[in-house]
C-alpha cells in the first residue's frame, strides 16, 4: 500500500529469471491507480523488453509476469515499437458507438 503515495503511475519489479524457460520474471503495482497488482501487463513488457534484449543479447524473449494468475509474454523490440504475443481470455464484448 506504501506505493500508492508514490507520485508515479505504478511500480515494475524485474529480476532474471533463475530457470531456463523464462528469460526474466516481472510484477507490477499500480495501486494510486486503484490496482493493487496487475496480473499481465503489456505495458510493462514494452518498457521492459528492450532494457532485457540489450542486458541478455537477445532479439525475441520470454517474460513471466509473478502475479497470482500469473502470466507469459513473448516479446521482441522492433526498432521503436515492441511486438508481444500471449494467450487471451475473452472477458467482456462492448459496441463504441
Sequence with gaps: RALGALPV???ILTSRSSGGRY???SRFFAPASGIDEDPVTGSAHCCLAPYWAEK???SELTGYQASA???VVRMRPAGDRVILGGQAVMVMRGTLV
Excluded: T
Design 9 to 11: 503511475r505504478g511500480v
Design 23 to 25: 528469460d526474466f520474471v
Design 56 to 58: 541478455l543479447g537477445k
Design 69 to 71: 494468475r500469473g502470466g
